[in-house]
């Protein structure tokens, strides 16, 4: 037996263990306490670094023009609004009826795992639209894909074009062989839309003409809220640069490109507060704006996640969903409302649930 072969049965029998112990109760339950303690280290770290920079420097900091909230209202409403559009060019019905699902959708993304809300979803329209269960799962499979897909190339396009264009000061990153690696990820991007239109059939049960469409209401999204992103922070602190908002904002898409990592604002907030010496920036403003938008952002996600659920329960209509262990859903009566979700990961981590 060749060493590539014994290779291959050692990563075989890898993959089985670890699909058996992500799927055994213990398993899920140190996954979960893995992913708290992760941002709990993270929470520590940033209370460590705001105490060295001075709390009541960053309170002065914190954003006073009207603006900024507008903005961060405005972004925070786009992704559900296009899901409940996407769902409803799908299902064929109104974005209204679909957009409170889209609301509690956004939140277990969000703030639970990546794709749990995914499984909420699926329950909720499983209840609701009386479809059946497989046509809702595909569906729900064919978004996901089409939306990892699409802000994988809008990320990786934006990268190359900042690095192209000299407004991000990358050169300590990709070193002397900047042009290799962004042809080489050009190729392999190329490489795999390729294989994506070669193997549609056998990889999407949506038509080609919804696909096209939902991936264009993903492309303006995804560019909706990054230009809203970088005029949040310009409204706040005008004084600063575009190129280093810019800086900012490719920092913030190589964070949600990495899989599996939960609060990823608060790891943003990180990286932004160590960037800021390197681009001559007040520590003090950045922590400001992006910890007010993170506080923001958790209390918008628990109040309207409060009122939805509320309302589901006096429509006698909850969907089930993924308890806190990410343990297997299982369908709960139409009167009781869903337990605080998780779930595990899909296709992809998301840049999508911004």
């Known amino acids: 037996m060749t060493i590539r072969q014994k290779l291959r049965i050692r990563l075989a029998r890898l993959r089985v263990w670890w699909r058996q112990f992500a799927d055994s109760q213990r398993g899920q339950r140190i996954l979960w306490w893995l992913r708290q303690l992760l941002t709990a280290a993270v929470v520590g770290y940033l209370v460590y670094r705001l105490s060295q920079i001075g709390w009541v420097e960053i ?157 264009a209401l993903h492309l303006i999204r995804l560019l909706a809220v990054m230009s809203l992103q970088v005029l949040e922070w310009e409204v706040v602190i005008p004084e600063v640069e575009l190129e280093v908002w810019f800086t900012y904002l490719a920092v913030q898409i190589m964070v949600t490109r990495i899989p599996f990592l939960p609060s990823r604002d608060l790891v943003f907030l990180a990286f932004g507060i160590e960037l800021a010496g390197a681009v001559q920036v007040s520590r003090a403003a950045i922590a400001g704006v992006l910890g007010v938008h993170s506080v923001l952002d958790k209390g918008l996600n628990l109040l309207l996640f409060s009122a939805v659920s509320a309302w589901d329960r006096r429509l006698g209509d909850g969907a089930a969903v993924p308890d806190v262990n990410g343990a297997a859903p299982q369908p709960e009566p139409a009167v009781k409302a869903p337990e605080e979700p998780a779930s595990a990961d899909s296709t992809a981590a998301a840049v999508d649930e911004n």
């Open 59 to 215: 309170w002065h900091s914190l954003p006073r023009t009207p603006w900024f909230y507008i903005i961060f209202a405005g972004m925070y409403l786009i992704l559900p609004t296009f899901q409940a559009l996407i769902f409803g060019l799908i299902w064929s019905l109104s974005p209204l009826k679909i957009f409170p699902a889209s609301l509690k959708k956004r939140v277990y993304n969000k703030d639970v795992l990546s794709y749990s809300g995914d499984v909420y979803l699926y329950f909720w329209a499983r209840e609701r639209l009386k479809r059946p269960g497989r046509e809702i799962m595909h569906a729900i499979k064919d978004n996901a894909i089409v939306s990892s897909v699409t802000s994988t190339l809008v990320a990786f396009g934006l990268l190359a074009a900042f690095l192209f264009s000299g407004v991000v000061a990358v050169p300590e990153i990709v070193g002397d062989h900047g042009m290799l690696y962004v042809v080489g990820t050009a190729l392999v991007l190329g490489v795999l839309v390729a294989a994506g239109v070669r193997f549609r059939r056998n990889v999407f049960w949506l038509s080609g003409r919804l696909l096209i469409g939902i991936s």
